[in-house]
């Protein structure tokens, strides 16, 4: 009965009527709790989307789960879906409003999240500045094949394979013999990162990586990345140059979203070179992600190319991870480096114009690794004769 009464309340939600069913969370049963559960399938969710909120599992049940000793490992999420129901009055009382940030592409949200208050495109202006550094002191590039021809391609389907890693391996390890200073590498997770490492260290390449930079690697305490920080530049520092037994610096295998990935500066010696390994694109099963992206898929209009809104916004979630990652490096007027981008998909146009303004209209497309590496020693080559 108490479900009924919730069920009803959906479509005129209030704060009263949904104080009674947080109520009810206390007392609740796995009986209850199971048929909640089940009101959530794909069939009936649309219920759920009233009012621009749902509701969503955020633990997958099991028959064990359901025992009365264990509801407390599970738990609920009220999710707002639309944030422009609290946007929507700024925008019809003021004269003009302008977000602005540094970080701000992919920009297809801030057209969605304006549209869906009631504002008509033709309204929205864009504007992007350059880089405070000259052309010539950045070098984008998109690597989709390695020095043995294996195509880099990180789809999660793909990854795991021997192969793929073994040629990340010896195109890391070519780099690193041009590159001056520090080289930082971020991978798509945690997990993917320490398999790597595990395969480079049974294989010999971190070995051979290790005779010209030092590795170091994200730690897993957060009360520990001062320490890495600090020996990853006093490693840079020492062997700046020729360096000291073949060393021309140290590189730091990080994480996207990570504890490096935000927040920390790689300028100048520090980050020369910054590699992005593969595309970042969040669980895509995940209950809150798949709610959202139902949500804008049946609430937004379909792109141009074919593709949902809520497919658009996964490909933004991802290249803002991105961003955020590569805009570690250029941090003064005379700072320069290079980024490097790792996976056959960077080359789309989909993928690539979601790039920051300054990084994107530079970006060499390089099928091949041997051009590639070419440029790569080139660009430092002409910094160290000036």
Not at 121 to 139: A, K, M, N, T
Not at 308 to 318: E, K, P
Request: aromatic residues 10%; charged residues 15%; proline residues 6%.
């Amino acid at each position: 009965s108490t479900f009924t009464l919730f069920a009803s309340c959906l479509t005129t939600i209030t704060p009263s009527t949904f104080t009674l069913f947080a109520s009810c969370l206390t007392t609740i049963t796995p009986s209850t709790f199971t048929l909640f559960a089940s009101c959530l399938t794909p069939s009936s969710s649309p219920s759920l989307h009233h009012h621009h909120f749902t509701i969503v599992t955020i633990t997958y049940l099991t028959s064990t789960m359901l025992a009365a000793d264990n509801l407390q490992t599970s738990s609920l999420k009220f999710l707002l879906l639309n944030p422009a129901v609290h946007f929507a009055s700024i925008l019809q009382e003021a004269r003009a409003v302008v977000v602005a940030g540094g970080t701000m592409q992919p920009m297809s949200e801030f057209y969605q999240l304006f549209q869906s208050a009631g504002v008509s495109p033709e309204r929205i202006v864009e504007f992007s500045c350059g880089h405070v550094i000259p052309p010539d002191h950045l070098l984008p590039l998109c690597l989709s094949k390695g020095p043995s021809g294996v195509e880099f391609d990180f789809t999660y389907q793909n990854r795991d394979n021997t192969h793929l890693i073994d040629e990340l391996g010896r195109t890391i390890a070519n780099l690193c013999m041009v590159v001056p200073g520090g080289v930082v590498c971020f991978f798509p997770s945690y997990e993917y990162e320490k398999k790597v490492h595990a395969h480079w260290s049974s294989t010999g390449t971190l070995e051979k990586i290790g005779k010209k930079k030092q590795v170091f690697r994200e730690p897993p305490a957060a009360s520990q990345v001062d320490h890495v920080l600090s020996s990853f530049a006093k490693c840079i520092q020492f062997n700046a140059g020729d360096g000291n037994q073949g060393l021309n610096g140290a590189l730091l295998l990080s994480v996207v979203g990570g504890k490096l990935s935000e927040g920390i500066n790689f300028s100048d010696e520090l980050g020369r070179c910054i590699i992005m390994v593969g595309l970042p694109y969040p669980n895509i099963t995940s209950p809150e992600l798949k709610e959202k992206m139902d949500y804008l898929s049946s609430t937004m209009p379909k792109c141009s190319d074919g593709r949902t809104a809520g497919q658009v916004y996964c490909d933004n979630l991802c290249m803002k991870a991105v961003n955020q990652s590569i805009g570690r490096s250029i941090r003064h007027s005379k700072d320069y480096a290079t980024i490097v981008l790792l996976d056959v998909r960077y080359s789309k146009p989909s993928i690539h114009k979601k790039l920051p303004t300054w990084i994107g209209s530079s970006l060499v497309i390089h099928p091949n690794f041997g051009p590639a590496f070419a440029s790569i020693r080139k660009f430092f080559t002409d910094k160290k004769k000036r």
